[in-house]
C-alpha cells in the first residue's frame, strides 16, 4: 500500500478512466483487485441473465447477482480511492481495513452467486437448513463489513485526507452517512424481509424491483449507502465552484441528502410506496 494519492481531488474529472484506475491499483491494489472481481461476475451475470429462464421473487434470477455485482464495485473502488488519500501513517490500517472489506465482500457476492445458481433467494431465506447458514454467514461478514467501516471513519475523522476543505467533509459525512444507510440494512434483516405493507416479490420498478404497491426499505438503505460517492463528489464539485462557501453547502447538502433517506424510510416503514405503477 503506497502513501495517499498525488493530487486525487484536484485532478478528479480530468484523467482519463484509465488513469483514474491506475492510480488506484498503485494506491488500494487489494480493493482494486476486489472491485475487478466484481466487473468478471457482473459479466458472468449478464450473459446469464437472458440464457435462465428462472424467476425468484418475482425478478429474473441473476439480476440480483448483477446488481450487486455493481454495487459492490462501486463500494469496493470509492473506498480504496478515499482511504488511499490519508497521509502515510495510516496506511497499514488502512491495508488491514481494506483486506477485510475484500474479504467480506467475496463471501457476499459469493453466496449470492451460489443462491442464483440454485435457483433461490439470498436474502431472509430460511426455506432450509443450508438456506439458513448461507444467510446467517451473509450477515456474519455484513457485520464485518460494518465494523471495518467505524473504522475507516475513525481514520479519516483523525486523520485529515489530501484535497480541499469541502471535500474533506464530503469524505468524512459520506462515510457516516453510508454506515446508517448500513444500519438501515439491519432494519431489513430484522425484519427479514425489505418491503412493508405485501409481501417481498410483488410489482416493482423496472430494473430496480422496489415495491410500487406497498413500501420498500431498500430504497432508503440504496441511498444512504451511495452517500460514499455523493457527499464526496459534491464537496470535491463546491470546493471547484463555489470555494469560499462549499464547506457550508457541503454540509447543507448532507442535511438534505439525509433528510431524503429518512424521508425514503419513514415512507417504507408507513407501507407507502415510492411511486404507484
Known sequence: MSTALPLPTNSLALHPISTWLRTLHRANPVLSVAGWLHVALFGVALVLLPLDARVVTGAPVWLKPLKFSLSVLAYAWTLG?????????????????????????????????????????????VASFFDIVVFQLMGVFIAVNTVLTVAALYLVWRHRPHGPASYVWGVRLGLLVFLVGSVLGGVMIGLNRHTVGAPDGGPGLPGL???????????????????????PLLGWWLSRRVPQRAVALTWLGTLLYTGAVALLFSMAMHGLPVMRL
Do not use: K
Open 81 to 125: 480511492w478515499l482511504l488511499a488519500t490519508l497521509p502515510h501513517v495510516t496506511q497499514r490500517a488502512v491495508r488491514r481495513i481494506s483486506w477485510g472489506v475484500a474479504i467480506s465482500m467475496v463471501v457476499e457476492i459469493g453466496c449470492i452467486f451460489l443462491q442464483a445458481a440454485r435457483g433461490t433467494t439470498s436474502h431472509y431465506n
Open 209 to 231: 424491483g422496489w415495491s410500487t404497491r406497498a413500501g420498500d426499505l431498500r430504497i432508503a438503505h440504496f441511498l444512504g449507502m451511495h452517500a460514499l460517492q455523493a457527499l
